[in-house]
C-alpha cells in the first residue's frame, strides 16, 4: 500500500479527518445571514462529511461537497442518505485547485482543515470567484495564537506549512483577496483533542495491526503521534482559527 492509501485506511473511520466539531461548525454558521433551504453551498476538502452533514441538517440548502479522495466521497454520501439528506448533499470528486462550477454559484463556500493544501492566500483567491455577490466563505485555517513562539515549535511548522500566520495575518489575507472579515473565532482543545486526536489514538493499534506493523505504516503513525505531542505541548500558541467572510467589490 502506499503513502496515501495507508492516510486513508487510517482516517476513513474516523468522524471527521481535521480538528472541529458540530457546535463549531453551527458557531459559524450562525454568521452567514440568510443561509436556508434554497441556498447553495459548496463543502471543499470535505472529507466523509463531518461538518457537511451538520450544514445540511441544520440549512436543508443543497450541498455539493468536494474532495479528490472517492473513499472519503463514498462514506459521505451513505451518511448522508442515512440521515435522509441524500437528495441534498451531492459527493464530487473534484481538486480544490481546479473547481468545476461556474462563476457566482454558491451562497456559501466552506472548507474546515482542507485549504492549507493549496494554501490560504491561494485557495481564498482562486474561490472568490465562486461565490455569489455578497456571499459568504467560512473557513478553518491553522494559525499562531502568540506573537512569541519556542523554536522547536516555529521550525516544526514552517517544516510543514510555512504559510501559517498569526490571526490578524489571515484576517488581513482576506481583506486583500476581496473580502469583509465578519467574525472569527478560535477552535477550542476539545475540537483537537477529543473530536480528533482521541478517536484516532485509539484506532491506531488496530491500524498496525491491519498492515502487519509494515515500515509505512509505523512511520504514518509515528508522525501522527509526533503531531499530536506537538500539539499537547504547545497548544497555547497555534491552533485553527475559524473565519467568516463576505465577498465584496462588486
Ligand atoms: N473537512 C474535513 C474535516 O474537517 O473533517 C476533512 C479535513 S482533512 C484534514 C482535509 C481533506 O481535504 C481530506 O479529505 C483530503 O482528501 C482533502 N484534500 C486534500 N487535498 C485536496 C485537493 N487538492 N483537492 C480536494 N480535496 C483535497
Redesign the pocket.
Known sequence: MDEMELMIDL?KD???????SPEATLQALAFTEGIGPDSRIL??????G??TLTLGKKTGARIEA????PA?LEILEGRAARAGLGERIHGVR????ALPYPDGSFDLVW????IY??GFARGVREWRRLLKSRGFLAV?EICWFTKERPQELTSYWEGLYPEIDTVSGVTKVLEEAGYRPVAHFLLPESCWLEAFYEPLLERLEDFLKRHGHSPGARALVEEHQEEIRMYRKYKEHYGYGFFIAQRTGD
Do not use: K, W, Y
Open positions: 482516517h474516523g468522524d471527521r479527518q481535521g480538528p472541529g463543502d471543499i476538502g470535505c472529507g466523509t463531518g461538518q468536494v474532495d479528490f479522495l472519503f473534484a481538486s480544490m485547485e472548507s474546515e482543515g482542507a493544501n493549496m478553518s
